[in-house]
T-cell receptor
C-alpha cells in the first residue's frame, strides 16, 4: 500500500527566506504532482514530475524528484506573502488504485512580513 | 469546455438522510475518482472508475456508493449520512492513468 508523507505539516516563514518542503513515498512510482490549495478553493496544479532527476521551476518555486530515494522536494526561494497556501504532493499509485493519486497530508505555509 | 463540474457546492444533511453528489466531465476522460478532504488528513481516495461500467474502492469507501453508467458522469451516493461524513468532497478526472488530473471545485457537506 502506497503511503505518502509530507513534512513539515506547518511552516511559518518570513518574507525573503528560503525553505524546503519534503515528500517521501513508500513504494515505487515515477510520477509525482505538486498542488497548491487556497482556503475554500480547489486544487491548482503546480508541477508534474515524470522521471528520476526531474526538476521543474516556476517563479519562486522549484520541485525535484528522486525516484530511487522516493523523495520529492519543493523549494521556496525568497518567500513572499502571496505564496501563503497549503501545498500537497501526490504520487501516482500504479498498484492498488490503478493509477490514481495518493496524497500527502499537506503543508500549510504562512509567509509573514 | 466546462472541465469537471460538481453539484451542489454546499449541502447540509441530517443524520440518516441520503443524497447524491454529482460529478460530470466533458473531456471524454476515462478515469474518474472521488476524494474527501478533512483537516490535517490531506485528500483520501473514496472510489474510482477506470471506465464506464467499472468501479473500485479506494482508501475510505465505507458509507459511500458509486456507479458509472456513462463516460461523463460519476455520482457519489451517501445512503445514510453520518456526522463522520462531514467533509469537502472533490471529484477528479483524467484521460488515463497518471496522465494528469483535473479537479472539480468541490462540495462542502455538513451532516448534523
Amino acid at each position: 500500500e502506497l503511503k505518502v508523507e509530507q513534512n513539515p505539516l506547518f511552516l511559518s516563514m518570513q518574507e525573503g527566506k528560503n525553505y524546503t518542503i519534503y515528500c517521501n513515498y513508500s513504494t515505487t512510482s515515477d510520477r509525482l504532482y505538486w498542488y497548491r490549495q487556497d482556503p475554500g478553493k480547489s486544487l491548482e496544479s503546480l508541477f508534474v514530475l515524470l522521471s528520476n532527476g526531474a526538476v521543474k521551476q516556476e517563479g519562486r518555486l522549484m520541485a525535484s524528484l528522486d525516484t530511487k530515494a522516493r523523495l520529492s522536494t519543493l523549494h521556496i526561494t525568497a518567500a513572499v506573502h502571496d505564496l501563503s497556501a497549503t501545498y500537497f504532493c501526490a504520487v501516482v499509485d500504479y498498484g492498488g488504485s490503478q493509477g490514481n493519486l495518493i496524497f500527502g497530508k499537506g503543508t500549510k505555509l504562512s509567509v509573514k512580513p | 469546455n466546462a472541465g469537471v463540474t460538481q453539484t451542489p457546492k454546499f449541502q447540509v444533511l441530517k443524520t440518516g438522510q441520503s443524497m447524491t453528489l454529482q460529478c460530470a466531465q466533458d473531456m471524454n476522460h476515462e478515469y474518474m475518482s472521488w476524494y474527501r478532504q478533512d483537516p490535517g488528513m490531506g485528500l483520501r481516495l473514496i472510489h474510482y472508475s477506470v471506465g464506464a461500467g467499472i468501479t473500485d474502492q479506494g482508501e475510505v469507501p465505507n458509507g459511500y456508493n458509486v456507479s458509472r453508467s456513462t463516460t461523463e458522469d460519476f455520482p457519489l451516493r451517501l445512503l445514510s449520512a453520518a456526522p463522520s461524513q462531514t467533509s469537502v468532497y472533490f471529484c477528479a478526472s483524467s484521460y488515463r492513468a497518471s496522465y494528469g488530473y483535473t479537479f472539480g471545485s468541490g462540495t462542502r457537506l455538513t451532516v448534523v
